[in-house]
């Protein structure tokens, strides 16, 4: 089991920054792929960035230039900076994490349906 808790939302104008952490509890954290997903009122949660335990990044294209994903390992941690927000990336934002299985590719990290944990999620809102 993996318990996870996001933090860092919150209400910022459009061009401005945010940064949202998500702490790791109940398994060896290096173990895990970590994502971030979004899911805005009204439309199905969509892939945002993974890191993955080889420390293979992936981004939607959506947000490539503008996010980093990152983690660290010492605090159980895993970390999206947010640059340049605009209104259309409010949603609520949610950190999840998986155990890949063995021959796990790039498109695997972009399914919600891979990961076995998520956390309770986050609002961010981007006024314009």
């Known amino acids: 089991q993996v318990q996870l808790v996001e933090s860092g939302g919150g209400l910022v104008q459009a061009g401005g920054s945010l940064r949202l952490s998500c702490a790791a509890s109940?398994?060896?954290?290096?173990?895990?792929?970590m994502g971030w997903f979004r899911q805005a009122p009204g439309k199905e949660r969509e892939f945002v960035a993974a890191?993955?335990?080889?420390?293979?990044?992936y981004y939607a294209d959506s947000v490539k230039g503008r996010f980093t994903i990152s983690r660290d390992n010492a605090k159980n941690t895993v970390y999206l900076q947010m640059n340049s927000l605009k209104p259309e990336d409010t949603a609520v934002y949610y950190c999840?994490?998986?155990?890949?299985?063995?021959?796990?590719?790039?498109?695997?990290?972009?399914?919600?349906?891979?990961?076995?944990?998520w956390g309770q999620g986050t609002q961010v809102t981007v006024s314009s």
């Open positions: 999840a994490a998986t155990v890949p299985t063995p021959y796990a590719s790039g498109s695997y990290y972009y399914r919600a349906e891979s990961y076995n944990y």
């Open positions: 109940g398994r060896t954290f290096s173990s895990v792929a």
């Open positions: 890191f993955t335990r080889s420390n293979m990044l």
